[in-house]
């Protein structure tokens, strides 16, 4: 089986984790830069091209910051994630707003902050103009229903909670043309972690051909089309990238073939993509506890779901290397397990690894997205900390570990006592 690679090696690690107790997540910035650059350059046939990198992916200031700096905006759906763009300095058009069942203070921060405005339902025009007023430019999330197949972990479209019909799209944009607004972007997103390139061009070809329906329907002016996120990344080894290539030119096709045929251009083409931007440039480094062997053969870890939930969220595969022993025999079969009070608390089950013993350190590969982000505090565990590998090898704390203290932070433990029982 092809191995995973890693940007350090154990001795390096070793000496991180001197300094570092495990488990921490580790990001590697020059992956990460080069991997947005490959992005962008993939899509610069677009003039406006832009990434919206999806904040609840990574939501940190440091990754952010390094993102921003590579000309990518950020996409949020809470108050907390307009804050952090805000901190990061990252306001204005560079702000996507997609989120739904969104209360008025978020649409109030996301004026304020003159982010772009992406309607997840058409009740939504309304409440928006009532209580934070009507922005210049809109946009609308389209649920295509069932003209999509959906998977596995979004589901099919029209069970999905997400977006406009049809019909809504058609009755929204015209309350808004009529209210007077006239830049209009258009936004969908049916899949995740989706490795298939096809996909995302029949999912534009949707979109412009809808660009062409409503703009020849309602006379009305396309600035942006958002493709969403939901590329994938190969978490298994033997699993190859998506081809971003292959999708780019199917998207330029039908762009040149819908969009520029019918004289509707330019129009930018935008995305936003959590996963694929940091997830495989993101690692969870923990030890190993103890070894039991009962009915089976556990591996526990000084890491748990806590720290890194998909294996327990959606059985997600998260591939798993032991530092220096990459070249020993794989022939033992272990759950890797944390040490949560649930029993889907494993990171791998039934994983072929080398033989382990307490102290091995392993690192949980393509934790970069959806990882330390997921996180939690059940059964009083802690978040761990966040590192940074910068390009030039050192590496710098971008995340403190929580602290006791933190988790107990919102008790009032000093009016306990007077608490009558
Ligand atoms: C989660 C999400 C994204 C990012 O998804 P990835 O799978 O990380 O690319 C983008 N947009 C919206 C609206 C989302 O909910």
Known sequence: MPEKLLPFTKNQLVEIIEKYPTPFHIYDEKAIRENAREFKNA??????FKEFFAVK??????????LHNEGFGADCSSMAELILAEKTGITGNEIMFTSNDTPADEFLKAKELQAIINLDDISHIAYLEKYAGLP??????????????????????????????????????KICRDKGIKRFGIHTMVAS?????????????????????LSHKLDIRFE?????GGVGIPYRPEQERIDLPAMSRGIKEKYEKIIVANGLGPIKLYTECGRYITGPYGYLVARVLHIKNTYKRFAGLDACMANL????????????????????????????????CENNDKFAIDRVLPELQRGDIVVIHDAGAHGYAMGFNYNGKLRSAELLLRENGE?????????????????????????QV
């Open 224 to 228: 942006f089309v958002n493709l969403g």
């Open 193 to 213: 972690n989706e490795l298939d390139a096809g996909y995302f061009v029949e999912t534009a070809e949707i979109l412009f051909n809808l660009i062409v329906e």
């Open 309 to 340: 939930m998909r294996p327990a969220l959606y059985g997600a595969y998260h591939h798993i290397t032991v530092m220096g022993k990459e070249k020993k025999q794989h022939d033992i079969i272990y759950d890797v397990t944390g040490s949560l």
């Open 43 to 48: 899509f610069s046939w677009n003039e406006g």
């Open 395 to 419: 590496v710098i704390p971008i995340r403190r570990p929580e602290t006791v203290d933190d988790y107990l932070a919102t008790l009032d433990l000093a009016g306990l006592p007077s608490f």
């Open 136 to 173: 210049a430019l809109i946009c609308f999330r389209y649920n295509p229903g069932r003209l999509k197949k959906g998977n596995v972990i979004i589901g099919h479209p029209e069970e999905a909670k997400y977006g406009f019909t049809h019909k809504q799209l058609i009755e929204g944009y």
């Open 57 to 66: 992916a990574a939501p940190n200031p440091y990754l952010m910051k390094i």
